[in-house]
Structures are given as structure tokens and as C-alpha cells.
């Protein structure tokens, strides 16, 4: 069995009009990804039972928290590196979505308890089972979310991991709001690069950060920071991933979607799409075609988390 550790929050999402009807769930970027990763494997027994994933965070000992481990649990998500903080409870969110689907977002998460977990005093124990693991997976927003010392603490211990073997996977999400400054956001992904085995991003976050021209500039980069395997999701065209810097890029297309509903989740849901196959055995283009599936129907739902028996269908 391959154990993977995705490291993040989750937040109490709000989707809908603030003065008319709102729908709470759950969610955040790696959640997403852990919970779209469980739900894509196939429903063979050789392969459900493959991977077993287990989520890194802090959240309060409140009812809402109680209930949200509650649903991971029903997801097949491990807990056993989720902490709990009796002082701190869940950040929130707010979704807003305009008629293309596009959407937009209100944070309310500066003491939320995933802030402050590498300061929680059951850290130690959380960093001696992820030597156990064989991959880890965590984004930009992941570091964002620190206090600095923090963010520094987390990245050394993924490059220790990562001198001892464990394959590190980083999804760069920039969120300028998140970060004080471009240089400082810069030097934690340079590091973060470094540690890279997989490296899972958006071309317009890097297009943003690092004023890339096209694609594979974001690849050749990558590459030269030392990460092996790259793929870049470029929204309605696919992807584009490359195992090596000697070799082109290849595009991997994806089928048109004819209604856009929501958009939320689907660098999310293709990332645990992606890990799904390639966890499992699968080479990277078959896992960036499972991506590519998955986000296809998420974006045709709304919400981060779409409902189980939709995804079901895949």
C-alpha cells in the first residue's frame, strides 16, 4: 500500500448570495484534493485499497470540527495526523460565483487553528509518522498560511523528508492576498522547488509570480530547480507535462465542457485525480488524463466538494 500525507487546511465554506439563500459545506485546496483522490481510484478492490491517505492540519474541538473529521472519515481520509486545538477553530470562506462560473472569494481564517499547527505541542509526533509515509503532497496556500518561522520550519522538514527518499509533490496555488510580499512568497516556492519530485501547477499562478512567457518557460524552470516531473494545467486546454528537460513538453487535451458551472475546485479535483493514477502504478500522462477528467465534471457542479454519487459516475 502507498501512504500519502496531504498537508493543509480546511475551512467552513459558504457558497451562494450573502443576503439570500447560502449552503455551507467544507473545503480547501489539498481537503479537495485528498477527498477527489479517494473518491477516483477505482472502484476495483486492488486499487481502492492501494493508497491510504491521511490529512496533516489542526482544527478546533468544537462541534463544527467534530463533524467535518466525522465526513472525512466517511471519505476513507485518515485522521491520524489531524490535530486538535482547544484554542483555535476552522477558518471561513465565502464563494461567490458569477455567470461563467468564474468565482470569487472572502476569507476569514487569520486564527484559524491550521495556522498555527506546527506550533501545536503534538507536532512532533505528526513529524515522526510523516518519515513513515511515501509521499507527501502540499500547496502554496499550504505555506501561505504559516507565520514565517512556521513556513521555515515546514520547509525544512520537507526537504529533510525529502533527502530520506519520501517523494514530495507541491502544487504552488499562489493567492497574492495570502502573502506579505512577492519576494517572500518567491523564496519560500524556490525552496519549496528544490524538495520537488512532482510538481502539479497552474500556469497562470506562474505566469503571475515569475512573468512567464508560455508554458514550457514554467517547465524549464522547474526543471532547472531540480524538479523531475512537471505538469502545468492550462485550465480548458488540458495540461502540459515533461519528464525531462531534453525531451518537448507533451500536451495532454482534454474534452470540452459545454456548461461551466463552478470553477472552485478544478485544480483541485485534478490534482487528486493525478495522484489517484500515479500513486497507483499509472505513468504521468495517464495520470494527467484522469486529472483532466475529473476536473472536467467537477467545474459542471457547484461547489468545492461535489456530491459523492457525482463523481461516482466517472
Sequence with gaps: ???????????????????????????????NAAIYLNRSLSRSSKETHAVQTSYVTSLGTDAISQEIMKRWK?????????????HHSPGLY????????????????NGSAARYMIQHPDFGKIRKGLERVDAIFVSGISLA??????RCTLLALLNDLHQQGITIIFDSNYRPKLWDSEIKT?????????????????YEDEQLLWADQDPTQTILRLHQLGVKTVVVKLGSKGCLMSESSDHQPT??????????????SAGDSFNGGFLSCYLTGGSVVEACRRGNALAGLVIQHHGAIIPKHITDTL
Design 145 to 150: 498560511i504559516l507565520p514565517d518561522e512556521d
Design 1 to 31: 500500500m502507498s501512504h500519502i500525507a496531504i498537508i493543509g487546511e480546511c475551512m467552513i465554506e459558504l457558497n451562494g448570495d450573502p443576503f439570500g439563500q447560502m449552503q455551507q459545506n467544507y473545503g480547501g485546496d489539498t481537503l
Design 186 to 202: 518567491k523564496e519560500a516556492y524556490q525552496q519549496a522547488y528544490q524538495t520537488t519530485d512532482v510538481a502539479l501547477v497552474t
Design 74 to 86: 466517511e471519505e476513507g481520509i485518515s485522521t491520524d495526523f489531524t490535530l486538535q486545538d482547544s
Design 94 to 109: 465565502l464563494i461567490q460565483v458569477d455567470e461563467q462560473g468564474e468565482r470569487t472569494f472572502l476569507y476569514w481564517r
Design 251 to 264: 500536451l495532454i487535451a482534454t474534452k470540452q465542457v459545454e456548461t461551466v458551472v463552478d470553477t472552485t
